[in-house]
Each structure stands twice: as structure tokens, then as C-alpha cells.
């Protein structure tokens, strides 16, 4: 029986019929009337689950990667439902190529771009130009979110809350004077993910905190600084899934309680989530779940998100939700998206990998409707 990783020399064409593949899957036997009987109960199509390489010595975080899976286990539980699905590794601009002329129903990835002859081809425009479905959102959406100034910019457009805040880097505010903002304030990277960047020192109730922590963003992250009002009321994620069908939001609101730091101050810090120390736990107030809901649902649009995502949202001391980062690829472990899954929806973690899929499939479309381009060399913004 064929592993899970599809060895890309395996050219499949339009001969081939779904039939003949799952065989040749099954190591080119004909098929047992039991194994005939579980492959026609299940719906009839394809499910690519595209992944990355691990560069050797390279820490598990990965730029170019915006979800990471268990691809095993998604297999796994895609292919109880469906007919072939299986996983591919992309090393290559050929690799692509291929899986193009394979044409899947759906590709579901968490990869946001590959890096050949060092130029960026982001996997999400390569799919839309040859009519293949894919979760999660598109190009445009990802860099609007990528930024996090941007992403605070167009919100505020859409008349959502968000704290008041200011770009920097070492030198451009030289005194206390020069600052827009009073304090306490908080600093982070205007980009990157799972809080890299934020500690402790992140809140700062002084110019010369302030001009630490804005200088060791510089060197550590080489990012400028995004400088916000800080906000010290509760903290929420709202997970966000897209009725594809009809384009629906269901908002799914968890709270996110991080123990007092070192200063006092409650805040997801890098150590934080790296230790998984902080507890989540349903919102069960009415009103709150009200709220935080329409935020996280304009916010979602004003970014121009699809199918899934998740919005941070943080409570001003006057207990106002205020918009703080969005995640258009949130993790599909048993991170927070799961959580939200599961503690408003009863959703279990097979039912979320199921629904996932099943709205990429809604969105497929017959034919490619864009013209060939060359996709090569569109950089990473930030």
C-alpha cells in the first residue's frame, strides 16, 4: 500500500479514472468487494494535503508557514469521508506544476509560500490561477493581516475599536516629548506571530523602558515597533468560520487568561504560549459574547477574510472591546481555534478538520478564472 507522501513522479492524467488511482493507492490490486463497498460510500473527491520541507537546523517555526498541521492525522480523518486524499511535499516549482495538472478538488494547506531560485511564489495565487479550491484566505487578506499597523488601519476604516497607536524605530522619537501617546503604553513587531517579541517589557510606564524595548525589537525581531494605548482589561479570541455556501460568519468567542507577570500585568507573552500556561475558558455572558461576536465578524471583513480565522480582542479598563491582531491561518493543532470550536460548538477535532474541508470544497469553481501569470518573485510583505 502506497505511504502517505504522494511521490510526485507519479503523473496522474485525465485517463486515469478515480477508480483506477485508488488502486493503483492500494498498490495496483484489484480492489476486494469490502475495500469496493468503503470506496463507494465515500464522496467522490480528491483531497491534496500540501506541506512544506523542515529545513535541516532550523527551529519549527517557519516563515512561509502560517498553519501548521498534523498532516497524518488529517489525513487520516479527511480520508474517512473522502475518496483519495493524500499528502505532497513541494520541493520544487515542478512539484507545483504537477499538482496543477493533477487538478485536486482541494488542496488543504497551511502554507503560505514556497521559495524557489529565491524568489516567493505564494501557493494560494498559484491555485486560483488554475481553478484548484484551498482553505483559508488569500493573498491579499494574509498581508493585510501580516502587518499589524495595516490591519489596525483598515478596522478602524470599518468602525471597529481599536486602541490608539504609532509606529517607531531607535531614534525617531528621541524624548518623552516627542511621543504621540501618554503612558502606559504597549510595545511590539508591527509583524510576526505567536507573540515573538512580547514580554514582560513589553508594557512600559517610561521613556527609557520605552526606549529599550523599541531597541530590542530593532535587533531581535529587525522590525519597527508597533506602539499602542495599553489596554488592562480581559483578553479574548474570537475563532471565525465561514458558511462558504453562503458566506455566513459564526463567531466563537473564548477567553484567554494569562497568570500576573513579574509587574503585575496579565499578558500572552512569548513564554506564555510557548509553555501553554495560559488557561481558556468559554464566555458566558450574553451581552460580552454579543460583542465580541460583531467585532471579530467586521473585522474578519474588513481585512477581507475567507473561510476561517481567528480575532484577537482585548478589553479597554472601561471594559470596551477593542480589536487587537487577527490570525486569517490560525493554527489547526489544539491551539485556540480549536478551543473555540470546541467550547461553543461541542465541535470535536475530526468535526473541525471535516467542516474545514467541506467549506474549501463549496468554493471550487469548473475553471481557472484568471490568465496565466508568472507568479514568481511576488516577495513577503514586512
Known amino acids: 500500500m502506497r505511504n502517505s507522501i504522494v511521490d510526485v513522479t507519479d503523473m496522474l492524467n485525465g485517463a486515469h479514472t478515480r477508480t483506477e488511482h485508488a488502486r493503483h493507492r492500494l498498490g495496483g490490486l484489484p480492489l476486494a468487494p469490502d475495500e469496493r463497498s468503503a470506496f463507494a460510500s465515500k464522496r467522490d473527491e480528491t483531497i491534496e494535503i500540501v506541506i512544506a520541507p523542515q529545513p535541516a537546523g532550523i527551529a519549527a517555526h517557519r516563515r512561509n508557514v502560517g498553519i501548521e498541521i498534523d498532516e497524518a492525522l488529517v489525513q487520516k480523518i479527511l480520508s474517512d469521508r473522502y475518496q483519495l486524499v493524500t499528502i505532497t511535499q513541494i520541493r520544487t516549482r515542478r512539484d507545483l506544476e504537477r499538482l496543477a495538472i493533477r487538478r485536486p478538488d482541494l488542496v488543504f494547506s497551511g502554507v503560505k509560500y514556497f521559495t524557489f531560485d529565491g524568489e516567493d511564489l505564494w501557493l494560494n495565487d498559484f491555485l486560483e490561477v488554475h481553478g484548484i479550491a484551498y482553505i483559508a484566505s488569500d493573498r491579499s487578506a494574509l498581508d493585510n493581516e501580516h502587518d499589524k499597523a495595516r490591519a489596525k488601519s483598515l478596522v478602524r476604516a470599518a468602525n471597529v475599536a481599536t486602541a490608539e497607536f504609532f509606529l517607531t524605530a531607535p531614534g525617531e522619537h528621541p524624548t518623552a516629548g516627542t511621543l504621540p501617546l501618554p503612558f502606559p503604553l504597549f510595545v511590539k513587531p508591527v509583524t510576526g506571530g505567536d507573540s515573538r517579541g512580547v514580554d514582560a517589557k513589553s508594557v512600559v510606564h517610561d521613556f527609557d523602558s520605552f526606549r529599550r524595548k523599541v531597541s530590542g525589537i530593532h535587533e531581535n525581531q529587525m522590525s519597527q515597533a508597533l506602539v499602542e494605548t ?153
Do not use: W
Open 230 to 382: 495599553y489596554l488592562s482589561g480581559r483578553e479574548y479570541s474570537v475563532g471565525i468560520l465561514e458558511d462558504a455556501s453562503n458566506g455566513e460568519l459564526r463567531a466563537m468567542p473564548v477567553e484567554i487568561i494569562a497568570a500576573p507577570n513579574s509587574n503585575g500585568d496579565r499578558i500572552l507573552d512569548y513564554d506564555v504560549k510557548k509553555q501553554d500556561s495560559e488557561a481558556v475558558a468559554p464566555v458566558t455572558d450574553a451581552a460580552t459574547r454579543l460583542k465580541l461576536g460583531t467585532i471579530a465578524k467586521e473585522a474578519f471583513r474588513a481585512l477581507g477574510g475567507k473561510s476561517l480565522g481567528r480575532i484577537d480582542i482585548k478589553m479597554s479598563h472601561a471594559n470596551v472591546p477593542n480589536f487587537i491582531e487577527a490570525n486569517l491561518m490560525p493554527g489547526l493543532r489544539r491551539g485556540y481555534f480549536y478551543r473555540s470550536c470546541l467550547l461553543n460548538l461541542d465541535m470535536t477535532y475530526e468535526a473541525m478538520i471535516l467542516a474545514i474541508a467541506d467549506n474549501g470544497l463549496a468554493t471550487r469553481s469548473e475553471t481557472p478564472d484568471h490568465t496565466e501569470r508568472d507568479l514568481v518573485g511576488q516577495t513577503l510583505i514586512g
